[in-house]
């Protein structure tokens, strides 16, 4: 099993940023392409104020600030350029995380929707998108917004594929600022499969991928949560990928470069599970030789040990 996409964390939300520019984009999608990426999905083109790309409708609309680069540009000319795939990710108002409430982020991303398309559907690489609301369980208007926009996606764009990437509700699903590591206000197994096989009935025409987030709950368990989502996947066919974390969960600092170890378990288990692709978040902090956290080299050169062999 190994990791074939990874997310490109521009807006950085609780991950301190890397200040990078043109030139060490462009070496890091080297670095990509040497460890078998073949996909790149930005996690947002914007959250509140802060955007990728100099967005008309969000500076005039949301007060955005004007960014000093054009990411979003960088990206797909670099994707083109080494022949990835380019998923663009949808814009976070950050409305959802203070009301819980993700009918807010319909009306933004429809006009969104129609601005990436017409400055950037010219390139041969953009060959889908990021639906970026995350959710874990059934949240209030989440199946409305992802059926809404994963359709608006898909006739703006002709039928290209769209992704979500869910969390699990487990015992490591607690806010970066919060000070503990675990809760004990969990989901069940069975609690997960029955609110996702209703989730999945109401998005499987508009969504393609779904990408599950496996960092949530304690690696004994994973196996059983990374079954149940590939047989619901299945069963609405919808493709099923893992998100396999490159960051640890387990460490009282949020968030460093997770252990070889456990990433390799994380993988062996998606594998078991009859998963074939697996993505990242992501490879650019965590993974990278040229991150800015020097454990991300030792665990570049652990992981390009393990796929040569």
Same mark, same amino acid.
């Given at each position: 099993?190994?990791?074939?996409?990874?997310?490109?964390?521009?807006?950085?939300?609780?991950?301190?940023?890397?200040?990078?520019?043109?030139?060490?984009?462009?070496?890091? +999608?080297?670095?990509?392409?040497?460890?078998?990426?073949?996909?790149?999905?930005?996690?947002?083109?914007?959250?509140?104020?802060?955007?990728?790309?100099?967005?008309?409708?969000?500076?005039?609309?949301?007060?955005?600030?004007?960014?000093?680069?054009?990411?979003?540009?960088?990206?797909?000319?670099?994707?083109?350029?080494?022949?990835?795939?380019?998923?663009?990710?949808?814009?976070?108002?950050?409305?959802?995380?203070?009301?819980?409430?993700?009918?807010?982020?319909?009306?933004?991303?429809?006009?969104?929707?129609?601005?990436?398309?017409?400055?950037?559907?010219?390139?041969?690489?953009?060959?889908?998108?990021?639906?970026?609301?995350?959710?874990?369980?059934?949240?209030?208007?989440?199946?409305?917004?992802?059926?809404?926009?994963?359709?608006?996606?898909?006739?703006?764009?002709?039928?290209?594929?769209?992704?979500?990437?869910?969390?699990?509700?487990?015992?490591?699903?607690?806010?970066?600022?919060?000070?503990?590591?675990?809760?004990?206000?969990?989901?069940?197994?069975?609690?997960?499969?029955?609110?996702?096989?209703?989730?999945?009935?109401?998005?499987?025409?508009?969504?393609?991928?779904?990408?599950?987030?496996?960092?949530?709950?304690?690696?004994?368990?994973?196996?059983?949560?990374?079954?149940?989502?590939?047989?619901?996947?299945?069963?609405?066919?919808?493709?099923?990928?893992?998100?396999?974390?490159?960051?640890?969960?387990?460490?009282?600092?949020?968030?460093?470069?997770?252990?070889?170890?456990?990433?390799?378990?994380?993988?062996?288990?998606?594998?078991?599970?009859?998963?074939?692709?697996?993505?990242?978040?992501?490879?650019?902090? +965590?993974?990278?030789?040229?991150?800015?956290?020097?454990?991300?080299?030792?665990?570049?050169?652990?992981?390009?040990?393990?796929?040569?062999?």
């Amino acid at each position: 099993m190994q990791i074939t996409g990874t997310f490109l964390d521009e807006i950085s939300h609780d991950i301190p940023h890397q200040n990078w520019g043109e030139k060490e984009w462009a070496q890091d +999608f080297e670095h990509m392409k040497k460890a078998g990426i073949n996909t790149v999905i930005l996690i947002r083109s914007g959250y509140r104020k802060f955007l990728t790309y100099p967005s008309a409708y969000l500076m005039d609309k949301h007060n955005c600030f004007a960014p000093p680069i054009d990411l979003v540009s960088v990206f797909l000319t670099l994707a083109d350029k080494h022949g990835m795939l380019f998923y663009f990710g949808l814009y976070d108002s950050g409305l959802y995380w203070d009301t819980n409430d993700m009918t807010h982020e319909i009306l933004a991303n429809q006009f969104v929707v129609e601005e990436a398309w017409k400055q950037y559907g010219h390139h041969p690489s953009f060959k889908g998108w990021y639906l970026s609301m995350e959710i874990s369980r059934k949240t209030k208007g989440a199946v409305a917004a992802f059926a809404t926009l994963g359709q608006l996606c898909k006739d703006m764009s002709g039928g290209l594929q769209t992704l979500i990437s869910p969390w699990i509700d487990g015992p490591k699903a607690v806010a970066a600022s919060s000070a503990v590591l675990k809760k004990t206000d969990v989901v069940t197994l069975k609690e997960h499969e029955e609110e996702w096989d209703e989730i999945f009935s109401g998005i499987s025409r508009q969504v393609d991928i779904v990408a599950f987030q496996d960092g949530h709950v304690e690696l004994s368990d994973l196996q059983g949560y990374l079954e149940v989502n590939k047989r619901l996947a299945d069963k609405y066919g919808i493709k099923a990928w893992t998100n396999t974390e490159s960051f640890d969960r387990d460490m009282p600092i949020k968030f460093f470069p997770i252990k070889f170890e456990k990433l390799k378990l994380k993988l062996e288990a998606a594998a078991r599970a009859g998963y074939e692709e697996a993505i990242t978040f992501e490879f650019s902090h +965590f993974m990278s030789p040229q991150s800015a956290y020097v454990q991300a080299h030792h665990l570049y050169n652990r992981y390009m040990e393990y796929i040569k062999r």
